[in-house]
């Protein structure tokens, strides 16, 4: 199995390949330019790693949430690539990766994952740090306690914004979440590795993009029913 991982739902456009003894990544940031960096990304990974677009076996993309159109970008390019190449497309919540990547920081316990939403809003889900057994107690996984949802930080419950927090909301809103992580942005090689066990487990894993809210750009039939 030789993964091509996609994320574009926060301002790091990241792209991985893990698999088949392959380890590749190539992340940017840039909070406007999706569009233009996915397929470099893509190229860049492959030739890292020796590869050739037919090697891979399935694409995973980040569901989300994330604004609207860098949303999109990663999730039609990784449908895309998946429809050309003949292979599946799964689909990760974007904030799972990040909750993944913030588990070690945090140990046992709870932690929130909020990012920029734009509109002085954050898109955000309380996970659960835990142990897989008693026998590995280094080995932490997490689970998801809420739904992703998008709000004003503000309006989010006391005990959710004192918990240790990762993402860029901590950073936007420090007066709001006083107990930042550090972990700011999607890894795609986290991504990766996150479908990888759950395919192993048998998951079903479908592509939802988790817009959450409408898009700012309006078509003109909406503009003109307003």
């Known amino acids: 199995m030789l993964l091509l991982a996609i994320d574009t ?5 990241t792209v991985a390949l893990r698999g088949e003894g392959v380890a590749a990544s190539a992340t940017v940031l840039d909070a406007r330019g999706h569009s233009e960096h996915v397929a470099p990304l893509i190229e860049r990974c ?16 980040g569901n989300g949430p994330g604004p609207f159109t860098g949303l999109r970008v990663g999730i039609v390019t990784g449908l895309v690539f998946g429809h050309a190449r003949g292979v599946p497309v799964h689909g990760v919540c974007s904030l799972d990766a990040l909750a993944a990547d913030a588990a070690p920081l945090v140990g046992r ?40 949802a998008v709000d004003r930080p503000a309006d989010l419950p006391d005990d959710v914004r004192a918990l240790p927090a990762a993402g860029r909301g901590p950073v936007l809103f420090p007066d709001l979440f006083p107990h930042a992580i550090g972990v700011l942005d999607v890894q795609a090689a986290t991504l990766a590795a996150l479908a990888e066990e759950r395919l192993d487990g048998g998951e079903d894993m479908p592509v939802e993009p988790l817009y959450l809210r409408r898009p700012d750009a309006l078509t003109t039939a909406e503009r003109g029913a307003r």
């Open 9 to 13: 739902s926060t301002s790091a456009i």
């Open 46 to 61: 492959l030739a890292s790693a020796g590869r050739t677009p037919a090697e891979v076996t399935g694409v995973v993309v």
């Open 109 to 148: 316990g709870e932690l929130l994952v909020a990012t920029d939403a734009r509109r002085k809003e954050v898109y955000w889900a309380r996970y659960a740090v835990e142990t897989v057994d008693a026998s590995t107690p280094e080995r932490l996984v997490t689970r998801r306690l809420t739904e992703p």
